[in-house]
C-alpha cells in the first residue's frame, strides 16, 4: 500500500468510499465540513483542513460537490497545496468543469506532486458496495499507483485519457443519465394516462431495447413516488451545465441537453432541487396536469 491516504469530502458519497478503503487496511486521514462525519469515521485522524490532510498523506482523495468547493479546499487558505509533499499525489473524485481540474493540474504540477480526475457513476448504492464506475484522466503511471484504490471503491475502472479527459467522460455520462430519466418519465406519463399500469410498463420496457439502468436502479422510487435523494437533482443540474459549457467550448450543440437542463432547472425552483434526480417525473407531471400515480 502506498502510504498514508487522506480523504476530503465525507457526504453521501464519500463517506462511504472512505469506509470501504478503511476497511481494506488503508490507513486514513480526513477531512469535513461539518467535521462531524470525519470525526464518526476516523476518530482522532480526523484533522481541520486540506493542508493538515495533504501534510499527513501520499495520496489525497477530495469527493466535493462542485467545482468552487474543490478550487477552495485544494487553492485556499489552508488548502491541499500548503500542504503538498513533493511526489505526492491527488485524485480528485468530485464532477466538475475539465476546465478548472486542468487549472488545478498547472498548480499541483508547481509543486512537485501530480493529480489524478477521477469522478465516479453510480451513486449512494455502488458508493457503498464499492461498485462505481470511476474514469480516470491523467498520466498512466499515476492511474497505475492509484488503480489500487480504485479497486476497492469501484468496479468498472477506466483510463480514458489525459487530465481532463475523466471529467469530460462524466459530463458524457450525466447527459446520458439525464435525458434518459425524462425520457422514463415521458413513457410513465403516457403509459398511465393510456391505462397501462405503471409497474407493467416498467415490466415490459425493460425487457427490450428501452430497457435502462434507470428503469432498474430508480423503479422503486418510481413506484412508491418515495424521492429520497441517491443523487439529488441539484447536483445533476449543475453536471449538465458542466457538459454544456464543456460543448460551447467545443463548438456543439447538444439541444436534449440544454432541453433536460432546464427541467432540472425547473426542478429546482419548485423546491425539489434537494430530492432524488428521478423525481424529475415531478416536473412533467406538473406540466401534464396529471400524476402517474
Known amino acids: ?31 469535513n ?8 469515521l476516523a476518530g482522532e485522524a480526523a ?7 495533504a501534510q499527513q498523506s501520499d495520496i489525497i482523495i477530495t469527493m466535493l460537490p462542485d467545482s468552487p468547493d474543490v478550487q477552495q479546499v485544494v487553492a485556499g487558505q489552508n488548502g491541499v497545496l500548503e500542504g503538498i509533499k513533493e511526489g505526492a499525489l491527488l485524485i480528485d473524485m468530485s464532477t466538475i468543469s475539465p476546465v478548472v481540474t486542468r487549472q488545478l493540474v498547472e498548480r499541483v504540477r508547481e509543486k512537485g506532486a501530480s493529480m489524478l480526475d477521477a469522478p465516479v457513476s453510480g451513486g449512494d448504492v455502488g458508493a457503498v458496495q464499492g461498485t ?5 484522466g491523467g498520466a498512466p503511471a499515476d492511474f497505475e499507483r492509484a488503480k489500487p484504490l480504485f479497486e476497492v ?22 447527459v446520458v443519465v439525464g435525458i434518459t430519466i425524462a425520457a422514463v418519465s415521458e413513457a410513465l406519463l403516457l403509459g398511465a394516462k393510456g391505462g397501462v399500469a405503471p ?28 424521492f429520497t435523494p441517491g443523487f439529488r437533482a441539484e447536483l445533476h443540474h449543475k453536471d449538465m ?53
Request: hydrophobic share 45%; proline share 3%; aromatic share 4%.
Open 153 to 174: 471503491m469501484g468496479k468498472t475502472i477506466v483510463h480514458v485519457g489525459a487530465n481532463g479527459a475523466g471529467q469530460v467522460t462524466k459530463a458524457a455520462n450525466q
Open 132 to 136: 462505481l464506475s470511476i474514469m480516470v
Open 33 to 40: 465540513i461539518p467535521p462531524e462525519p470525519a470525526r464518526e
Open 241 to 293: 451545465g458542466i457538459a454544456l459549457s464543456t460543448a460551447r467550448e467545443c463548438g456543439l450543440v447538444l439541444p436534449l441537453t440544454a432541453i433536460v437542463d432546464q427541467l432540472f432547472l425547473a426542478m429546482r425552483k419548485k423546491g425539489w432541487g434537494g430530492e432524488d434526480h428521478s423525481g424529475l417525473l415531478r416536473v412533467l407531471e406538473d406540466l401534464a396536469d396529471y400524476e402517474v400515480i
Open 199 to 226: 409497474d407493467k410498463l416498467l415490466d415490459v420496457l425493460g425487457g427490450g431495447l428501452a430497457g435502462n439502468k434507470v428503469m432498474e436502479v430508480k423503479r422503486e422510487k418510481y413506484l412508491t413516488r418515495n
Open 1 to 31: 500500500m502506498d502510504g498514508k491516504v487522506g480523504f476530503i469530502g465525507l457526504g453521501l458519497m464519500g463517506k462511504p468510499m472512505a469506509r470501504n478503503l478503511m476497511k481494506a487496511g488503508y490507513s486514513l486521514v480526513v477531512h
Open 47 to 53: 484533522v481541520t483542513n486540506g493542508r493538515e490532510v
